[in-house]
């Protein structure tokens, strides 16, 4: 199994970006997804922030939290097995590595926590600078 982000970039606050997650070996449709973030200068072994959750790429239980709800959302491909997260209004504490995952299994409980996925990608970095 592999997930391979893309789309990450240097943005200015206020801009745009779309982020790209394309799975090879697993069916996200299947899966539960989240995208989750890593803050700039985080300890080794700390937690992921979830910034967004679904079980499965057509909806169903979708989870996002206060600081992007109406910004972020989720989509996907199921032709080309590719989730995507478009991220709008981007403020400088977005900066971070963000990080796409797959779950078998995860129920609606646990949708934010970043534990209960089973496979990760190896993350983009966005950069919001103000």
């Known amino acids: 199994v592999q997930l391979v982000e893309s789309g990450g970039d240097s943005v200015q606050a206020g801009g745009s970006l779309r982020l790209s997650c394309a799975a090879s070996?697993?069916?996200?449709?299947?899966?539960?997804v989240g995208w989750f973030r890593q803050a700039p200068g985080a300890a080794p072994g700390a937690g992921y922030e979830?910034?967004?959750?679904?079980?499965?790429?057509?909806?169903?239980?979708?989870y996002f939290p206060d600081s992007v709800k109406g910004r972020f959302s989720v989509s996907g491909d199921s032709a080309k097995n590719t989730l995507y997260l478009q991220m709008n209004s981007l403020k400088p504490e977005d900066t971070a590595v963000y990080y796409c995952?797959?779950?078998?299994?995860?129920?609606?409980?646990?949708?934010?926590?970043?534990?209960?996925?089973?496979?990760w990608g190896q993350g983009t970095q966005v950069t919001v600078s103000s």
């Open positions: 995952a797959a779950g078998r299994g995860v129920i609606t409980s646990n949708l934010r926590n970043s534990a209960a996925y089973d496979y």
């Open positions: 070996g697993l069916t996200f449709g299947n899966y539960t």
């Open positions: 979830t910034v967004a959750a679904m079980s499965g790429v057509s909806g169903g239980n979708t």
